[in-house]
């Protein structure tokens, strides 16, 4: 999984936009309003370039909400809803792929 | 910009001066290395004072033959994660004995002040009008020093040796 | 022990009061982020996949248990109740809030602990061997010097904004457990023909995409000197570093374009001008330091006690004390490795509890002292050998007393692609599934040492290229693979290991990991011959026509 800031901006299919909420760090999805969400099923989806580039462009430009915005993959699962698109973004949404110690 | 001089925002008398320029008549001038290295032996008849800016990337070092005829050096951190400059205030003071004016200018900000005045800086051009209003804050945020570096304050090893000598409580 | 005093109290207190308000300044926008996040790496909170990490420095990896007590406190307030031990002598917890960082950092700093400088282009906490004081193969305790050089860097004015992060290690025995050779100086302390104190100081070793082994610049420098040869290393790499590439700019890279020859040359120079200055260290400061740590007051005791030999009778116990009890310099006393290794558990994460059961431990049969090392692994240094029943009891009671130290299960693994924002693929899962399929004792202990360290990017945090077997996840369309490499060591004799081959999916790497194993059982001299050495005597090219073959 190429980290955002290697990743040249291609995109191929349905993106959103993706930060770490300042306060806490939580992963966030920017939606609409200029506001930011911690459910995926919130966040803005577009799918060219040009809008995507805008979409963090606008999200990018107050860092007091949400740091370290980027364009992330999803898809649109058969019944309408957002999943992540990647490894990378399936762990980020739903945390270490094995069990936690406790 | 505000200028910090031992503690407290001063006018800046020098008048920064590109390499294309005419130099003014009669004030203080800050001129660039390239200039000031081109010029230096008509730049001693000047009547007055000069001061350089030497990049972080030159040795400090080749200033030695300059110093004579300098009233101001200013060091420069680029971005403030680019602690070059550091190395060279402190070898300008410890080294090379110059005890005039040293300026820290580029981007400076809150946080190192304090670094730049125990490296030997006593002039701070500051970015940001909220950080120089808050300098005194920032260089007292620390009364244990551990490493002796350019400035009088004591630090740790000696401090505690001196308890030891003494033979403080521990 | 080293017992801080009210000068490093009043530090300790005064930068958290320096963080809360760089915090504070953050959360009102007075700080932007660029401005924020170096401020915040030198106190060693990261931002990552789902969260803010702190990361907690462990100096020389010595802790006192009511330290222990008190990372566990903080794991349970303000964490997910565990704490990751990483291969750096610190602990990482990885759920921590920005906004309760200044609280959880003034817990941890009431008791002396804190995340200064574990990370950020400064100088990073310096590791030593964790049996420091307690071996008996050491020629001086190397966590004196370890301190001095602590204190020397600490809010460094000069060395603050280097090109690069910048990673001291020390060593006192002939064994190397302090991997020295592959940081960016290291120290190996010694006696010489004279019988003075002195240290070999190597540099340019590291890992990352560019990895080294170190180069010695100096046989002897006296001990006294330590300071003022490391402000020349220092002040030549802060000037002369590269800051055009972030992939360039750690020592290494300037020690390698210049040559070891130049680099020494000029840090000598440097040298000569300062040695005679500030930094000179009298006998009498290093005695200073020398007494504020504070030793055990050791009973006169026999080796072998009956106790213990009795103990010995009970095969697990047995299998536990070969594998995990080592000698100690006092008679009658044991150095005891506790392994974060249980088989399907993340390599080196403890949690609160277990936290808690062995600082409880320390203090009743431990002289309250705790160590870690760079395996990932703790250690209880002084431990009586009529203690060992009992405390191995208490250790497997809690889940402790795995006896896989040095075995193929013993796996080092970065966080990887479950925690990092850096990882490109993941190491944790890879580590635990080895470790399954090597979860029979008397297979792993057949096998003998083998080192398995596992990175999830070229970062190589996991010190994959020192690994007996590395293993390096990399990113191909998407999904994860993994190249391996064989005949990396991280000791004395440390050099990189040799790429086996392409890259394999995800999948396929523990099966290759047998497959390598199973050709080292067949192909070795015999048992005694370890898995490195018959890598060593045959090279990689049988281990690669085997496992290739089975692919």
Redesign the interface.
């Known amino acids: 999984?190429?980290?955002p800031q290697q990743q040249k901006l291609k995109v191929h299919g349905p993106v959103a936009v993706t930060a770490?909420r300042?306060?806490?760090?939580?992963?966030v999805w920017r939606t609409r309003g200029d506001g930011w969400s911690a459910d995926l099923a919130d966040a803005i989806i577009v799918t060219t370039a040009d809008d995507a580039i805008a979409l963090l462009a606008a999200a990018q430009k107050r860092?007091?909400d949400a740091?370290?915005a980027y364009v992330a993959p999803v898809v649109i699962e058969a019944d309408g809803s957002v999943a992540p698109g990647?490894?990378?973004e399936r762990?980020?949404v739903a945390?270490?792929?094995?069990e936690?110690?406790? | 910009m505000p200028l910090i001089e031992n503690g407290h925002i001063v006018e800046d008398k020098y008048v920064r001066v590109s390499d294309e320029d005419a130099l003014p008549e009669g004030v203080p001038v800050l001129v660039g290395v390239d200039r000031f290295l081109k010029e230096a032996e008509a730049l001693k008849g000047r009547q007055a004072p000069v001061g350089v800016i030497w990049p972080n990337n030159r040795p400090i070092a080749e200033i030695a033959p300059y110093l004579g005829q300098l009233s101001l050096i200013a060091l420069n951190f680029p971005i403030f994660r680019d602690g070059r400059a550091y190395s060279q205030a402190r070898l300008l003071r410890e080294r090379l004995g110059w005890t005039g004016p040293l300026r820290a200018i580029g981007n400076v900000l809150r946080d190192q002040f304090l670094l730049m005045q125990r490296s030997g800086f006593d002039q701070i051009e500051a970015v940001k009008e909220a950080d120089a209003e808050a300098f005194d804050e920032a260089v007292h945020r620390y009364t244990v020093f551990y490493q002796p570096a350019t400035d009088e304050r004591p630090s740790l090893l000696r401090q505690r040796l001196g308890r030891t000598l003494t033979g403080a409580a521990r | 022990m080293y017992a801080y005093d009210e000068f490093d109290r009043a530090f300790l207190a005064e930068r958290v009061a320096d963080f809360r308000d760089q915090v504070a300044r953050?959360?009102s926008?007075a700080l932007?982020?660029d401005e924020f996040k170096p401020l915040r790496l030198m106190n060693g909170v990261y931002?990552?996949?789902?969260?803010?990490m702190l990361r907690i420095a462990i100096p020389y990896g010595t802790l006192s248990a009511h330290q222990l007590r008190r990372m566990a406190h903080v794991a349970r307030t303000y964490d997910?109740?565990?704490g990751h031990f990483t291969t750096r002598q610190n602990i990482q917890f990885n759920w921590?809030?920005?906004?309760e960082l200044p609280e959880a950092m003034a817990a941890l700093g009431e008791v002396g602990v804190h995340g200064i400088q574990t990370s950020g282009n400064c100088i990073r906490n310096v590791t030593t061997d964790q049996w420091a004081g307690a071996t008996p193969e050491e020629c001086d305790d190397p966590r004196i010097w370890a301190e001095i050089l602590r204190q020397y860097s600490t809010l460094h004015p000069e060395f603050t904004y280097l090109p690069r992060k910048f990673k001291i290690a020390i060593a006192a025995s002939p064994h190397d457990r302090a991997a020295i050779k592959v940081h960016d100086v290291g120290l190996r302390l010694h006696r010489n023909a004279a019988g003075e104190l002195g240290f070999e100081v190597l540099v340019g070793g590291g890992l990352g995409r560019t990895p080294f082994v170190g180069k010695s610049i100096r046989a002897f420098l006296p001990a006294r000197e330590l300071l003022s040869y490391i402000e020349a290393i220092m002040r030549v790499y802060n000037q002369y570093g590269r800051r055009d590439n972030i992939y360039k700019a750690r020592i290494k890279i300037l020690v390698h374009e210049i040559g070891a020859e130049a680099f020494a040359k000029a840090v000598e120079a440097e040298w000569e001008a300062i040695r005679e200055g500030a930094l000179h260290l009298s006998d009498e400061m290093i005695a200073e330091i020398r007494g504020r740590f504070i030793y055990p007051a050791y009973e006169t005791l026999e080796d072998r006690p009956a106790e213990l030999v009795e103990a010995l009778k009970d095969e697990r116990f047995a299998t536990w004390f070969a594998n995990s009890v080592h000698a100690h310099k006092v008679p009658g006393y044991s150095i005891v490795t506790i392994s974060l290794k249980p088989v399907g558990?993340?390599p080196g994460?403890?949690?609160a509890d277990q936290m808690d059961v062995i600082a409880d431990l320390a203090d009743a049969y431990g002289f309250h002292e705790v160590r870690v090392g760079h395996e990932q692994n703790l250690c209880l240094p002084n431990i009586a050998q009529k203690d060992l029943p009992a405390l191995w009891a208490a250790l497997d009671a809690a889940g402790l007393a795995t006896p896989n130290v040095n075995h193929i299960s013993d796996i080092i693994a970065c966080p990887g692609?479950?925690?990092c924002?850096?990882?490109?693929?993941?190491a944790?899962?890879v580590a635990?599934e080895i470790a399954k399929r090597f979860a029979d004792l008397d297979r792993s202990r057949g096998i003998g040492r083998l080192h398995v360290n596992i990175s999830g990017c070229i970062n190589a945090c996991g010190h994959h290229h020192v690994g007996h077997i590395g293993i390096l996840g990399v990113?191909k369309n998407?999904q994860?693979f993994y190249q391996i490499t064989l005949g990396g060591r991280a000791d004395e004799q440390a050099q990189l290991g040799t790429l086996l081959g392409p890259a394999v999916p995800y999948e396929q790497v523990p099966g290759l990991i047998e497959d390598v194993v199973d050709t080292y059982m067949e192909l070795r001299a015999g048992p005694q011959e370890l898995f490195i050495d018959t890598v060593a005597r045959l090279g990689v090219e049988p281990f690669k026509e085997r496992v290739y073959a089975a692919h």
């Open positions: 999984m190429a980290s770490n300042l306060t806490d760090g939580a992963v860092d007091i740091v370290g990647n490894l990378r762990i980020r945390g270490p792929t094995f936690l110690p406790h | 953050r959360l926008g932007n982020e931002l990552q996949l789902h969260a803010y997910r109740g565990y921590i809030k920005l906004e558990a993340p994460d403890a949690t692609l479950d925690y924002a850096l990882a490109n693929a993941r944790i899962p635990q990113e998407g994860e």
